[in-house]
């Protein structure tokens, strides 16, 4: 914890003394702060690339003399996924309800995908009736379809398995092997702060608050 708010300080201190004067730099502090669950940031940052770093008529990151910046192209949205879903935890259970469940680490006989809804979502992507996203693709093999409230809370999503293969799922910023939280529902699956899921290729499974 102590590496992760020295990385929020030092993400802060760039900002502060000029970083992200350009449309590739903000698609960095735009993925960066979604990564570290700092939602204000990635707002900021992707108002501030849209505004002021793409030209009005194409969408296209500025990048004077050449056309256009392709960092900032492909850079700004992966950030706005990363913001919407998390898949690069891996986690190591062996209770069906989570109890033991640790982060792995190297030598781990197993190394599950941890997939987070909703990890970075700013409160303004909320407003105005709130919001949706489909077809964002998680680690292990899984598409994403999800919605949110204008509360910022999860209305749904939808996990398809395209492997077969196994992944735990939780809500927003859980604490690994945390009990207490917002708990979720999987039909067909059960409920938890995190749920095992052990899907068949191919179908579709429902998320929902319990």
Do not use: C
């Not at 003394?17 to 900021?44: C, D, F, K, N």
């Not at 505004?51 to 969408?59: A, E, F, I, L, R």
């Not at 056309?67 to 891996?90: R, W």
């Amino acid at each position: 914890m102590t590496l992760f708010n020295a990385a929020i300080s030092s993400l802060n201190r760039r900002i502060a003394y000029g970083s992200g004067s350009t449309g590739w730099s903000r698609a960095w502090l735009i993925a960066v702060g979604a990564r570290l669950y700092q939602p204000a940031e990635v707002h900021m940052s992707t108002v501030n690339l849209l505004y002021n770093y793409t030209y009005v008529n194409s969408m296209l990151d500025t990048g004077p003399p050449a056309a256009f910046q392709i960092d900032g192209n492909l850079g700004g949205p992966a950030g706005i996924a990363e913001a919407l879903l998390h898949s690069h935890e891996t986690v190591t259970a062996s209770s069906l309800d989570a109890s033991n469940m640790t982060a792995s680490s190297t030598g781990d006989s197993t190394h599950d995908p941890l997939v987070r809804l909703l990890p970075t979502l700013p409160q303004q992507w909320a407003s105005n009736g709130g919001g949706f996203v489909k077809g964002l693709l998680a680690r292990g093999g899984a598409q994403v379809d999800v919605s949110w409230t204008s509360d910022g809370k999860l209305d749904k999503a939808n996990i398809t398995s395209t492997t077969g293969n196994l992944l735990w799922v939780t809500l927003g910023t859980q604490p690994i092997g945390s009990t207490n939280g917002t708990q979720i529902s999987i039909d067909g699956v059960g409920s938890g702060v995190f749920i095992r899921l052990v899907p068949r290729k191919g179908v579709s499974y429902t998320v929902t608050l319990k």
